[in-house]
């Protein structure tokens, strides 16, 4: 196949080719950083938090007035939860559940040493500690949440504290374990919160954050057996799948019937699942939009090549018959368009690439993205090509079927 | 000629019915997905208070100790004042009127036996603030500096909590329980809602609902009333307990300054009391860290757009750039392949300039119907946008100088794909083609 004529004729088109060539390289280049942005967020929401979502709902429950005793108070409405039909679990939380968003943080050390040169640096993550976000709730809160102790043991019903009091034990997730002891046992091991000490006594094998921070934090969380005892409650009831609205609304009633001045409002009682969808609400707005805008472009540029060569066809009608007529085949006059095509989306391509590691330098430095890895770079580079071959295919098939007599006949 | 041309620009976009819908079809979404996002940037960056914010300022110190250790989540403490700052600014009195303030959420108990006791948001605040904001009262007035001293237990609700609890009846002078504590009514204040609500804490729904009442800071201060937003403080046992300490920030704070000359000054006036305050050793850092930022200041320094919207915004923007050129590219190709036309037309005596209005018209039929369809597809984004749960989505929507800017950008838009391939177009020299023939 001789090249030299296709470039002699983009050459006549100059303006039009380098049109095409700068519209692929946008292309590619704005495409290559979407995808990439879309698998960003397809793993953001697909991030597991460990816990049985399929089962749990939650009703947050905020009493007013003072009340003297609300530990007592909640026991009591978990004992009335705990007869609806249908409830296999309940637990009382007083606030942080994974995904809700409300969170509770605080820094822990591996050890002494760790703590002292935690506070020498004025940082924690200087000294070897981390900032877990710290889950508290009542006895039942591992079987209500389908947590699997991996390691361990459960609390005892005497290591529970009432309130926001300092706590002797606690349990903690897998990813925190390792980061605080690697390669050792977390079982029996102290942990220093300021300059408060707690144990280890169990750890379960994965419980996400109620926040995500991004920085590879999010599973470093623990559990301390504190009984809520604040006015404000989350109640976390475990049911079959398809009860979970019927559970939600009989919980209402019993809640509201055991005492009808505390507030409830209907729209914070959530599936997990809607909690879920909540919390990643924006994220998967931003994978439509994404999807949407990268099939959007792909669309217009094939149609943009489509179109091109449809003119170029109509345009060179004569040519080609009087290449036919000295003795071109069908194949011959296939393969220049779809060769020309080629040239034009390399051009692009390779222009486009170089765009795309400069649009995700700028993405980097202002929306705090990771860098794009460079496989990214071959496989939108293919994806162009295959979309430029099979936007000509139509127009470069017209243009082999015309005949040689064609060339005989004035336009 | 016009008409002619006209006529003619249509034939010629008819020959090719497919290639013209989907060239429209493509300039519409760019335009559609542009507008869509510039609309929605525009409500949320517009100026809450036109006429008077250009009057309103926000003092920024630094009392924050020398080493500070930064936690992932919490917000910048300095991005609100300590208790004995905002009083000690209060009480020099340097602008011609200042207000510090911060948010509350209290449960209302209504007099009515048919309504339970709900939550609702509003503000605590000094006595110059409806006179600083201009707050338009339906009836009553606000309270005094004296009530402020005296920490008097009285509110000013909004139209729709008065008219909530108390019905059409006058609300002056009726007594409302919020929290424990009952307050005396002495105004009424129209659904003031400034969007966004510039002067709310950082973590607050700047594009929510507006604060239905207003209590005196000092009251609320006094009763130990809950403070919403970001409480830091910095004191050695970490959480602040009390909030009148001088390590815990909660106040927002603002102050009017009519001319350029009494902004300067307070400026200076900031940094001279920040000074002050180093050598008395409550603060350690330089006094040239305190500013005084304009309230658009503020609101380019609060950052109020999520990444998601300038991201969207910048994908549409995108969009529209890459159908731009597919237009421009698939246009020149149309009017070169007509070449030979106009080389007829230019031997038959046209002019440059008539091909090139010729062609201009053709482009142009093309960027006004995408325009249209534009704007068709913007009202279809915009409704799709005010669907989201967020705080902002319910602003979305165009007003009429978003309605002529659409325009606008569509007749830009499509001049300028036009321009290029009508340009060349007419430099189609008369005799060359005319032998091919």
Redesign the interface.
Known sequence: MEIRPIFATLRKHKLTATLLTLQVAFTCAIVCNVAFMIAHRVQRVSMPTGIAENELSVVPVSGIGKDDNPWARHESDLAALRQISGVESVAAVSYSLPLNRNVSMYGVCPSKAALDRAMQAMSMEKGGCVQPSVFDGSPALLKTLGLDLVAGRDFHVDEYVEGQKNVAVAIISRALARRLYPGESPLGKTMYVGNHIVRVIGVVRMLLSPTLLGQGTDYYTMIWPQLPDAAGVSYVMRSATQDRRRVLDAARKVLLKADPSRIINPKRMRTYSQIRATFFQRDTTMISLLLASALGLLFVTALGITGLANFWVQQRTRTIGIRRAIGATRADILRYFQTENFLIVTFGVVLGVLLAIGLNLLLMKHYELPRLPLWYLPVGAAALWLLGQLAVLAPAMRASQVQPVVATRSV | MLGYYIDLAVGSLKRTPV?TA??VL?IG?GIG?SMTMITVLHVMTQDPLPGRSAHLYRPYLDPLPA???T???AADPRDNLTWPDAMALLKEHRGARQAAMAGGSL?VWPQRTDL????VDGRYATSDFFALFGVPFVAGNGWSAEDDEARTHVVVLNETLARKLFGNVGAIGRTVRLGDIDYRVIGVTTNWEPKPLFYADAPANHFGDADQFFLPLSTAVAAKLQVNGNVSGWGSDGAPNDLTDGSASWIQFWVQLDTPAKVNAYRQFLVDYSAEQKALGRFQRPATNARLYSLMGWLRHANLV???V???FW??L??L???M??I???L???F??RS?EISVRRAMGARKRDIFVQFGIESALVGVAGGVLGLGIAQIGLWSIRQ???DYARLAAMDPSMLIGTVALAIVASVLAGL?PAW?ACRVPPALQLKT?
């Open positions: 290639l989907l060239m493509a979404l997905a080493v500070f250790r936690v992932p989540i449960l339970q006791p709900f939550y999520p990444n998601d300038r991201m969207q994908l549409a995108g969009f750039g890459v159908s050129l597919n421009v590219a698939l020149l190709a149309k070169l392949r030979p989201r749960p967020d290029l060349r023939l």
